[in-house]
Structures are given as structure tokens and as C-alpha cells.
């Protein structure tokens, strides 16, 4: 059982707490990104089963007719074990969605990961043509040329600005800096995209941005945000655009919680709030 606080951010610790906090969202006309947690398996069962987890997730979500997608880790399926584990178990998930309808995204991990995920990712969007999206970081230098090569991949791109530290010499490390490298990816991306552009951002500044490139240029794209994040602004904003809401659950929900609250210290201020005021 996930103690107040914490589950203000995770969905419990089963499949069918977390569909059931889903539920519930769509009936705010919010969509969802189920994330089991789990991250660095150096262990092949490990691996094996949270691939089997999420392909029972896909059935349950599709069979439930939620509005809902999954989002995986690299890690978690494998890649600290090799690329070619990773490939064959998203492979497999993405298979097993695309016959229910459920679009999987690929998060993205620390800078080590970077071209192993994407080279994964693309290997599987294009075998699959398309049903399945991917992570860029705007903290990254590189991303600028990742978003420009992505454009001709099937898929969807989740546009973040980093939960990594990354070294100087590869990333931008002053956040007025990764604020500005974020306007300008959005601004490429809803240039030369056909669509399936995620804006992965609580920031009211880069979601007006986005919302002023949709209106110039017309490409469609869904705002995601975390469970437990400006939840109310993803109510309001669902009445006008696709918000979609990050939901992790499962029983390794602790690292989570702790990286969300160190994340931002508000985070645990608004929490404490809400569970006063309850
Ligand atoms: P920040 O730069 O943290 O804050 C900017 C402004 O946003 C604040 O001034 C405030 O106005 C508002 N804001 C932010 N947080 C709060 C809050 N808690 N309460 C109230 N207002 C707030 N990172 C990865 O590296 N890889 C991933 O795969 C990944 N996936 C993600 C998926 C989703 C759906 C989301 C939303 C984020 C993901 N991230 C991922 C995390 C991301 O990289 C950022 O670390 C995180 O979103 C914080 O940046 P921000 O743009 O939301 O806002």
C-alpha cells in the first residue's frame, strides 16, 4: 500500500489500482501513459517480467477500452544487459500493442543511453510503422540534430527538458539556457513535423509557446504531464487540447517518490497541502 503523500504522485502498486486511477482520469477527459516502475535490471527475469507485466497491461487497457497508452524504460527491458535485448523485448511489446491498439512510448534515460534508444526505437517504429514514440532531452546539445533526423521516422516525440545531470561539454547545464534550446525545438519540430509531437512539460511558458506554433502552423500535438503535477491545469487544459497524464505505479514506487520531491521541493509542499486540507 502507497502511504499518502507518495500516492498522490503513484497509482498503488497493482495493475488494477493504477487502471483504476485511469478510470478516473478519462472521466476528467485526461488520457494516460501507464508506467510500471522498474529501471538498471541486470538480471534477464527481471527483464522478462516486466515485458510480460506490460503486454498483460496492453490486453487489460485495450479489453477495459480506457484511454490509455504504456511507457517504457530502456533499462528496464534490458539495455544494461545489450542493445539486442532491449530490441527484441520492446519489439515484442510494441507487437503485442499494435494488434490491441495501444501506442507504447520509449522514456529516455541518462546521456549514455541516448544513441542505443534511439537507435532501438527507430529500428521498431519502422518495422512497426509507427505505435511507437520516443524521449528527447532538450538539456542534451545534441537533441537539435536528433529532432531534425526524427522527422522522417514514423512515431511520435516526447519533447522534456532532461531529469539527468548530464556533463557540461554534451548538455546545457543553466536552465534559462535549456528553457531557450526548448522553444527552439518546438519551434523545429512543429515546422517540420506532420504531427505526434508530445509536449512533455508542466512549464506554462513552453505550453504557450507550443500552443502559439500550433496555431501558426496547424501540426497537432498532446501535452503530457506527471500524476500529482498541476493536475488541475490538466483538467482545464483538456477542454481545448489531448493532455495526457503520466501514471507510474508498482511495488519499486519509492526511488520515484523520491526523485519527484527532490525534483522540487513544491512537490512535497503541494502534497502536504492536499493531504491537510483532505
Ligand atoms: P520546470 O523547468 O521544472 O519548471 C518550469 C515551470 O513549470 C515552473 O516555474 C512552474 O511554473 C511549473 N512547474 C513545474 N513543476 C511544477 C510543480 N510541481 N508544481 C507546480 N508548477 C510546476 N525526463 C527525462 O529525462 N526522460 C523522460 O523520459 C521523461 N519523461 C517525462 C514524461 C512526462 C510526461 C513529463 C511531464 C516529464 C518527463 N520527464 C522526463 C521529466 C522532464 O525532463 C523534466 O525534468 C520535468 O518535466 C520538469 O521540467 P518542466 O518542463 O516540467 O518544468
Not at 2 to 12: E, H, K, T
Not at 148 to 175: E, F
Not at 237 to 264: C, H, I, M, N
Request: aromatic share 8%.
Amino acid at each position: 500500500m502507497i502511504p499518502p503523500i507518495a500516492d498522490r504522485f503513484v497509482a498503488g502498486e497493482s495493475p488494477a489500482t493504477a487502471l483504476e486511477h485511469v478510470r478516473r482520469l478519462n472521466e476528467q477527459n485526461v488520457k494516460a501513459i501507464v508506467n510500471l516502475l522498474g529501471e538498471h535490471y541486470d538480471d534477464r527475469d527481471a527483464v522478462a517480467s516486466d515485458a510480460a507485466e506490460y503486454r498483460h497491461l496492453v490486453t487489460d487497457i485495450a479489453g477495459s477500452e480506457l484511454a490509455a497508452c504504456i511507457s517504457v524504460k530502456p533499462s528496464q527491458l534490458g539495455l544494461d544487459l545489450g542493445e539486442d535485448v532491449f530490441r527484441s523485448e520492446l519489439s515484442d511489446i510494441v507487437d503485442t500493442a499494435a494488434e490491441h491498439g495501444v501506442f507504447v512510448w520509449v522514456d529516455m534515460e541518462d546521456h549514455t543511453t541516448t544513441d542505443a534508444t534511439l537507435e532501438v526505437f527507430e529500428t521498431v517504429a519502422r518495422e512497426h510503422d509507427g505505435g511507437v514514440g520516443v524521449c528527447v532531452q532538450a538539456n542534451l546539445r545534441r537533441t537539435r540534430a536528433d529532432v531534425r533526423r526524427l522527422a522522417d521516422v514514423p512515431g511520435k516525440v516526447r519533447l522534456v527538458k532532461g531529469a539527468y545531470d548530464p556533463p557540461a561539454d554534451i548538455a546545457y547545464t543553466d536552465s534559462t539556457r535549456v528553457d531557450q534550446e526548448y522553444r527552439t525545438l518546438l519551434e523545429d519540430a512543429f515546422e517540420r513535423y506532420d504531427g505526434g509531437i508530445a509536449v512533455g512539460s508542466h512549464d506554462p511558458a513552453m505550453l504557450e509557446h507550443a500552443m502559439a506554433l500550433h496555431d501558426r502552423y496547424g501540426t497537432d500535438f498532446e501535452i503530457q504531464m506527471l500524476m500529482g503535477v498541476r493536475e488541475d491545469a490538466q483538467y482545464d487544459l483538456a477542454d481545448e487540447y489531448e493532455v495526457w497524464q503520466y501514471v507510474p505505479y508498482g511495488e519499486r514506487w519509492k526511488s520515484y517518490f523520491y526523485r519527484r520531491v527532490t525534483e522540487r521541493t513544491d512537490n512535497l509542499r503541494f502534497a502536504l497541502r492536499a493531504v491537510l486540507h483532505s
